[in-house]
């Protein structure tokens, strides 16, 4: 029985990690996106090869493209979703076309992720991702200065955002604003502030059964074209798996992965497993990967630690709140599943998501995207590599 297929991602060539220091961690495959092309518009063919043949000319595949993005109009079910939709299905048409058949995506509304903190310090010496549910309320109230708190937070949550701010110097409220306006992979040109607060003033008119909606809206007309293809779409979670400034999450418990998939059930409709985002609250992630196993077409493993007051950072892969050998072996049972049945991939792609801050990292922590370090995640990568192994040898015994 395969092995998960190790991948990385990578951002391209202006990325502070190369492809040459990727190849020599035992990566097989490689998650890319044509980053320069805008959202919304359709990725030619010609840049798609040119990306292809850049990853293939250091021995390596392009596996899984992360991510389409989504253009708002289709999220907030604006008048011009169908033409925007209409490019998204050509953008398949043409990653198929380079036989590119798994593409990862996100419903997330404002950012892709939220994180209050770039680098926080751990006792060992090394830096990770850390979410304040206190920092960003201290963001929402003092920084975005939006009305109407009180629907958003109790009277408590608002005293403690205050004492926050208050607490910080200037260089700190710097750094709390960055952080924020920084949740966009594969970019360092922070969302400006009058961008954010634009889009959130629009997407809080939108309650959580219209989001669904547009969704459900997106699936329907994308996933025919996925199945016709070979493409199978696989959907992220929302990061983290609750409301933040008051936006509502439709992509983060059990029962919202459940509607995805029943929204417009085919092969191709499927789901990116990320333990990290969606063990940043109480889901079982067991139970994720065993009721929806067979849908799961891309892997993200990391593990958090979370705090009594809604806090979690990000922790060693192997360590921290979440279960990790758990995790890894209901996805091990799920590839004998599909190795037994013949249906199904069984070398589902996996990668590391985020990494420490370490060792010589911090040596290039201006050239990388935040949560994307080298030797943390090919540490990571060891780790996880080391537990699958460890557990298939358990199961055959």
């Excluded at 990385?8 to 060539?13: L, S, V």
Aim: glycine share 8%.
């Amino acid at each position: 029985m395969d092995y998960l297929q190790k991948t990385f991602r990578w951002f391209g060539p202006t990325f502070g990690v190369t492809l040459d220091d990727i190849r020599q961690i035992g990566v097989e495959g490689i998650v890319a996106a044509c980053q320069q092309v805008p959202v919304g518009e359709v990725w030619p063919e010609e840049t798609i090869a040119s990306l292809k043949n850049e990853i293939e000319a250091h021995g390596l595949q392009w596996t899984v493209v992360e991510s389409v993005n989504i253009h708002t109009a289709i999220k907030y079910g604006l008048p011009e979703r169908d033409a925007y939709i209409s490019n998204y299905i050509q953008t398949l048409k043409n990653l198929a076309a380079n036989e590119i058949y798994t593409v990862c995506y996100n419903f997330m509304q404002l950012i892709d992720w939220t994180r209050t903190d770039l680098d926080y310090q751990l006792k060992s010496g090394v830096s990770a991702l850390r979410y304040d549910p206190v920092a960003a309320a201290a963001f929402d109230s003092y920084i975005l200065k939006r009305e109407n708190l009180a629907d958003t937070y109790d009277t408590p949550m608002l005293e403690k955002a205050k004492a926050y701010f208050e607490s910080l110097d200037t260089k700190g409220k710097k750094q709390l604003e960055q952080a924020i306006l920084a949740g966009m992979p594969g970019s360092r040109t922070l969302i400006s502030l009058e961008d954010f607060r634009k889009n959130h003033e629009t997407v809080l008119k939108i309650d959580k059964r219209k989001l669904q909606s547009n969704l459900a809206y997106f699936l329907k007309a994308v996933i025919p074209e996925a199945e016709k293809l070979g493409v199978k779409m696989a959907i992220h979670p929302d990061d983290p798996p609750f409301s933040v400034f008051g936006v509502p999450r439709i992509v983060s418990t059990y029962e919202e992965l459940k509607f995805v998939l029943e929204s417009c059930p085919s092969s191709s409709n499927g789901l990116t497993f990320c333990s990290g985002s969606l063990g940043a609250s109480a889901n079982n992630l067991v139970r994720i990967i065993n009721d929806f196993g067979d849908k799961i077409h891309f892997i993200h493993l990391r593990n958090v630690t979370r705090g009594e007051d809604g806090s979690f950072y990000e922790s060693d892969h192997l360590n921290g709140s979440l279960p990790m050998e758990e995790i890894m072996q209901a996805i091990v049972l799920e590839q004998k599943k599909r190795f037994e049945s013949g249906r199904g991939i069984v070398a589902i792609p996996m990668r590391p998501d985020h990494g420490h801050v370490v060792l010589d990292d911090k040596k290039r922590q201006s050239e990388f995207y935040s949560g994307y370090s080298l030797i943390g995640r090919a540490l990571g990568l060891a780790q996880l590599s080391g537990l699958e192994k460890g557990i298939r040898a358990t199961l055959v015994q």
